[in-house]
């Protein structure tokens, strides 16, 4: 499936509509972000906007990402009920560069794409970590397809701990795990990784096609 296609795809399936995973925060998202510092935020991948919008809550400065441009809308729209400030643009999360932007703390939940689309926007996501920045990672396990509920049903979609150390080694990587996620249909198993990006660490900036 190419970007055009995966579009269209989301596209459709939130048109149908506006609250496709409803408006709460993910529970684990919050668990894992509670205790952090306030700064900037970066949603990559952020949907209908309801983990950026809560970030914005609790006070960070907000920008959420995504390749759907109705789900965008969808935000834009949200926010402005919810009187927040928060900025929502749709882009190619395949093609997306941070161009000297930086982020606090950048939040992928529940991003899967193909693996080597997989690599290409964590790579993007290191390279817009702020010196000294966080990095959150919330992801269905590939055990989902035996003993778990929820997620893709192709192997190559989800995630393992191993592949995620990998795709982060650059980063001082401090928690790196498998949890269960209690769901209406039983239990789901997510990976849930946390890292840091070292003040005087140098990301390489990832290649992009046509010399972007």
């Given amino acids: 499936m190419d970007g055009q296609a995966m579009q269209n795809m989301w596209n459709d399936r939130y048109r149908e509509s506006e609250t496709v995973f409803g408006h709460e925060p993910n529970q684990l998202l919050v668990d894992v972000v509670a205790e952090f510092d306030r700064g900037s935020a970066l949603d990559l991948g952020c949907g209908q906007g309801r983990n950026a919008l809560w970030l914005a809550e609790q006070g960070f400065t907000v920008t959420g990402l995504d390749l759907s441009p109705v789900a965008i809308e969808q935000a834009q729209v949200r926010a402005s009920e919810l009187g927040l400030d928060a900025t929502f643009e749709a882009v190619d999360v395949l093609t997306w560069d941070p161009a000297g932007q930086e982020w606090d703390l950048v939040v992928l939940a ?51 701990e191993a592949q995620l150390a990998d795709d982060f ?12 996620r209690k769901g209406v249909h039983g239990d789901a198993l997510d990976v849930v990784l946390v890292a840091v990006k070292g003040q005087n660490e140098d990301v390489i900036r990832p290649a992009r096609d046509g010399g972007q």
């Fill in 169 to 180: 080694s650059g980063l001082e990587i401090v928690r790196n795990e498998q949890v269960v």
């Fill in 110 to 160: 529940y991003l899967h794409l193909p693996a080597d689309m997989r690599k290409t926007v964590h790579a993007a996501a290191q390279y817009a970590m702020a010196p000294g920045g966080k990095i959150v990672v919330l992801a269905h396990h590939l055990e989902n397809l035996t003993t778990g509920t929820s997620g893709p049903r192709h192997p190559d979609w989800l995630f393992t």
